[in-house]
């Protein structure tokens, strides 16, 4: 069975610029998340989506991230303009369902932010 | 707030030993729980995962232990060998699952480091 698929793996962008970030999940997998890994911590959730709805985004900084899960498979995330904070991996997870299933992570996409 | 945390923050031991890292958690409605594994320039791997009707699990070498009593989680890693040096996080379910959605809080991660 695939893991969680993400693209591209490694970027490095100025500050004010902009990125996105791709994700395909496990096959069959209808639960959705994206996480932010700062340096020596551990990750912190940023959005979770069952199939194309949204559940909890409430510490997505809204301002500047925006992310999308159109058709309840694939899902992108953006970040416009991008600060020198968001230097991070960013994280893409699935599992089956929200109940009662692992939580399965891919190998991530680490932002530079100069 | 409610958090995740770790109680030392490195480990080291011997090849062959077996390895014992520790995680107390916050919430005691927390009902499900994780321990995952991360090498250098990788995304978590899932170790083994246990729930809050259970006080142990074990896996290949691995054995998750669940104290509800004093809201403690351990992982115990037996015959530890070099291929276990990594950062290992406990994560959390701070509410039942099927309100949050399976939201999962992380702690800062032990590294456990082994010796050959």
């Known amino acids: 069975e695939a893991g969680v698929a993400q693209s591209p793996r490694y970027k490095i962008i100025e500050k004010r610029q902009s990125v996105a970030f791709w994700c395909n999940p496990i096959?069959?997998?209808?639960?959705l998340y994206w996480y932010q890994q700062i340096l020596g911590q551990g990750p912190k959730l940023l959005i979770q989506f069952q199939n194309n709805g949204v559940v909890d985004d409430s510490q997505l900084p809204k301002d500047r991230f925006s992310a999308e899960r159109l058709k309840g498979v694939d899902s992108t995330l953006k970040i416009q303009p991008a600060k020198l904070e968001d230097s991070a991996v960013y994280l893409c997870?699935?599992?089956?369902?929200?109940?009662?299933?692992?939580?399965?992570f891919g190998e991530g996409s680490w932002l530079t932010v100069v | 707030g409610e958090s995740v945390g770790l109680h030392l923050p490195t480990l080291s031991v011997q090849e062959g030993d077996n390895s014992i890292i520790n995680c107390a958690y916050s919430?005691?409605?927390?009902?499900?729980f994780i321990w995952y594994k991360q090498e250098s320039g990788k995304g978590p791997q899932f170790i083994i995962d246990?729930?809050?009707?259970?006080d142990k699990r074990q896996g290949q070498r691995v054995t998750v232990l669940l104290n509800k009593t004093v809201k403690h989680l351990s992982l115990q890693i037996a015959a530890t060998q070099p291929g276990d040096s990594a950062v290992y996080f406990c994560?959390?379910?701070?509410?039942?699952?099927?309100?949050?959605?399976?939201?999962?809080?992380f702690g800062q991660g032990t590294e456990l480091s082994v010796k050959p």
């Open positions: 997870a699935s599992s089956r369902n929200p109940t009662g299933d692992a939580i399965y």
């Open positions: 994560a959390e379910t701070p509410a039942p699952r099927r309100n949050q959605g399976g939201k999962l809080i």
């Open positions: 096959s069959g997998h209808a639960t």
């Open positions: 919430n005691s409605a927390s009902d499900y």
């Open positions: 246990i729930r809050s009707n259970m």
